[in-house]
């Protein structure tokens, strides 16, 4: 499959340099060689292997944007999104890595004592050492502000209890951050967040949750039962700045979360092209009728327009720009027209979109989440409401 390319081929992404460039090709080759062949098996598992974590990390492809000190790529967010973007073109969405790059190492770099950047950082950079974090619970998701899982302080330890769900890398994490109350009569303000080794004692895993697409993808629910973790695991030097953190990084996430809409958009309507002119209906190729002409018109200019807005906002962001209105922006309306895009490219394919052994079928069953996790839309829109 060739590359799809908005618009025009001249058109230059002007967050993407040489260095990123290669990066992104060196990612996706990866992706090709490591994950989509091997699809079958982290669907019927439910995660990938650790080697496959091992070997991103000795690629370089692990936390691209953490500075060489603590391990990383020493590069800008754009090299964490050439390789989120390279994966998402591949239609292969059970690695996360978006989490343990994305979001994870994001969290210590910004607000990690140099003891927890040093312990942390270099062992995910490598690949040792899987992330996730901990946010949703059965019954808070967009609404963080009432999560009801406690860090009570102990003399010099936290001790947790609580569930959370809908956990990415939840399987194979060997640290989780966790938003926890540290003061449970507070919202917002009793927040806090605090590393948890998969290691200690009371902390347990559940079900892997089967979900309406992203099959590979390692999702599952943690519980913590009297987890006992030192008062130096909490991220950052005060209590109750969790909620004000989480706030102050979602943006990133919101923004990365809208490269996977574009990426695979983009994929979708480069698949049906080439699918439209091969197949033959009444005698001639598909992509001769009218309608389809016209649907892939539409599909590819609604894909040029959200490319071009979000490479501004890689751009703002990489500048340090982007402000929280705008990733919400990008986040809800490219998720959106990602959901749309790829519907109308299915329907194209006939009885063979329904049919998992295309890619198209499972870009239309994995992008649904996207719409949901991240912050739902609804709440997106009442972000930029309040902004007007």
């Keep these: 499959m060739s590359d799809f390319t ?4 001249d058109y230059v992404w002007s967050w993407r340099d040489e260095e990123t460039h290669a990066l992104g090709k060196l990612a996706e080759s990866f992706f090709l060689r490591e994950l989509v062949p091997l699809r079958k098996k982290w669907e019927s598992q439910h995660h990938v292997d650790r080697a496959v974590w091992e070997k991103a990390g000795e690629l370089g492809l692990l936390c691209c944007s953490i500075p060489t000190e603590y391990g990383g790529g020493g590069g800008t967010y754009a090299h964490d999104i050439a390789v989120i973007e390279a994966q998402a073109r591949t239609g292969e969405m059970s690695f996360g890595n978006f989490v343990h790059s994305g979001i994870v190492a994001h969290y210590l770099l910004a607000y990690g004592t140099q003891e927890q950047k040093q312990a942390w950082l270099p062992k995910m950079a490598s690949g040792e050492v899987i992330a996730s974090v901990a946010m949703t619970e059965p019954g808070a998701g967009s609404d963080l502000q009432s999560i009801r899982t ?28 966790v938003a926890a109350k540290t003061d449970p009569t507070a919202r917002g303000r009793g927040v ?30 943690l519980f913590f039962d009297d987890v006992r973790v030192p ?43 080439d699918y439209a002119k091969a197949r ?14 016209f ?11 959200s490319r071009t807005y979000l490479d ?21 309306w490219l998720t959106e027209q990602q959901c749309l895009v790829i519907d109308s490219c299915l329907q194209l394919f006939g009885g063979y979109g329904y049919m998992r052994e295309y890619p198209i079928a499972r870009m239309f069953a994995d992008a649904r989440v996207q719409r949901i996790y991240g912050g739902a839309n609804e709440l997106m829109k009442e972000l930029v409401a ?3």
């Design 386 to 388: 309040r902004a007007l």
């Design 280 to 293: 033959e209906l009444f005698g001639r190729p598909l992509f001769e009728f009218q309608n389809t002409k």
């Design 150 to 177: 406690t860090a009570l302080k102990e003399g010099d330890e936290y001790v947790i209890n609580g569930a959370k769900t809908f956990i990415t890398n939840g399987r194979l994490a060997d640290l989780v951050i």
């Design 312 to 332: 501004s906002c890689i751009t703002r962001h990489v500048k340090g720009t982007l402000d929280a209105t705008s990733a919400a922006m990008a986040k809800w």
């Design 192 to 221: 806090s967040l605090l590393l948890v080794e998969s290691t200690r004692r009371g902390f347990s895993r559940g079900r892997d949750l089967e979900k309406i697409g992203q099959h590979g993808a390692d999702t599952t629910e």
């Design 231 to 273: 008062v130096g695991n909490l991220l950052g030097a005060v209590e109750g700045r969790g909620f004000r953190q989480l706030m102050s990084q979602l943006g990133q996430e919101r923004l990365a979360i809208a490269v996977i809409a574009v990426s695979m958009m983009e994929s979708a309507v480069q698949h049906t092209i």
């Design 295 to 305: 649907v892939l018109a539409e599909a590819a200019t609604v894909a040029h327009i």
């Design 6 to 9: 908005p618009g025009s081929a």
